[in-house]
T-cell receptor
């Protein structure tokens, strides 16, 4: 199916463990983003990517790692999970050509760190 | 750096009535895009409406319309004939039209809209 999908939808992990959230898009959009959503903060940008092998930090990158070896995939890894990383994580993709200006979002991953 | 402010954490409206959600932003750019996204309890982020800054005409999508005041840096969302399905968190967002590091959505903190039957 065309679109952007995240996996898993829900994840519970323990403090100190490494966890990877997956994101896959089928539109071949150049740009991909990871946001975290917390009450009172809205959505804050963690990392973004302008193309394969090009990534850069957003507003809150500490404790996270990303990679983008293929255009369609943009995984987010928490190297050593902390309770402050309990949040809802959204992946998004977008393009700037062809009249497309908005970002398209995945369904979100609710991550709980215990 | 650009910022987006939504000063109303919660709003309530009666079914069939009209409600306006406020959004202000700060930028030094002359061209940009503005968006309203809706997030129902399902968590899915749904684009409601978008506005290009170079267009003076306010965008409209069915019952949803915006009041875009560029000089005041204001971008409010009006929902007419409110329906129960409009109950959701609404986010205002800003985006530069350029590529590279500026091509990211900047969000406000959201307004939670309740619709009373």
């Amino acid at each position: 199916d065309a679109g952007i999908t995240q996996s898993p939808r829900y994840k519970i992990t323990e403090t100190g463990r490494q966890v990877t959230l997956m994101c896959h898009q089928t539109w071949s959009h150049s740009y991909m983003f990871w946001y975290r959503q917390d009450l009172g903060h809205g959505l804050r940008l963690i990392y973004y990517s302008a193309a394969a092998d090009i990534t850069d930090k957003g507003e809150v990158p500490d404790g996270y790692v990303v990679s983008r070896s293929k255009t369609e995939n943009f995984p987010l890894t928490l190297e050593s999970a902390t309770r402050s990383q309990t949040s809802v994580y959204f992946c998004a993709s977008s393009e700037l050509r062809g009249g497309i200006t908005e970002a398209f979002f995945g369904q979100g991953t609710r991550l709980t760190v215990v | 750096a650009q910022t987006v402010t939504q000063s109303q954490p919660e709003m309530s409206v009666q079914e069939a009535e009209t409600v306006t959600l406020s959004c202000t932003y700060d930028t030094s750019e002359s061209d940009y895009y503005l968006f309203w996204y809706k997030q129902p309890p399902s968590r899915q982020m749904i684009l409601v409406i978008r506005q290009e800054a170079y267009k003076q005409q306010n965008a409209t999508e069915n019952r949803f319309s915006v009041n875009f005041q560029k000089a005041a840096k204001s971008f409010s969302l009006k929902i007419s004939d409110s329906q129960l399905g409009d109950a959701a968190m609404y986010f205002c967002a800003y985006r530069s039209p350029y590529g590279g590091a500026t091509n990211k959505l900047i969000f406000g903190t959201g307004t939670l809209l309740a619709v009373q039957p």
